[in-house]
């Protein structure tokens, strides 16, 4: 099993930044990829950006420019840098990571975005 415990939403002005954690801990090992993803009620749960192991990463159309996903495999931690954010990114933001046939969710992080 992999926990993962996100940290690092909140309330923020448009225009603002947010800087979005996920410490993995648990069976890590093999972990190939780790991402963020969000949600807003009534939708479904969309890609935000991906990490693969090494240096790979992909990003949704919509947050291209603006956010950045980095990993550090000595603290087993995924981040997402959030800039520039704008209302239409309010949403729970989730983490991901993915181990061979299994994908294990973090209980989510709230970021909103309003004035």
């Known amino acids: 099993q992999v926990q993962l415990v996100e940290s690092g939403g909140g309330l923020v002005q448009p225009g603002g930044s947010l800087r979005l954690s996920c410490a993995a801990s648990?069976?890590?090992?093999?972990?190939?990829?780790m991402g963020w993803y969000r949600q807003v009620p009534g939708k479904q749960r969309e890609l935000v950006a991906r990490?693969?192991?090494?240096?790979?990463?992909n990003y949704a159309d919509s947050v291209k420019g603006r956010f950045t996903i980095s990993r550090d495999n000595a603290q087993n931690t995924v981040y997402l840098q959030m800039n520039s954010l704008k209302p239409e990114d309010t949403a729970a933001y989730y983490c991901?990571?993915?181990?061979?046939?299994?994908?294990?969710w973090g209980q989510g992080t709230q970021v909103t975005v309003s004035s």
């Open positions: 991901n990571a993915d181990k061979g046939s299994l994908r294990f």
């Open positions: 990490i693969i192991t090494g240096s790979i990463t």
């Open positions: 648990g069976s890590i090992f093999s972990i190939y990829a």
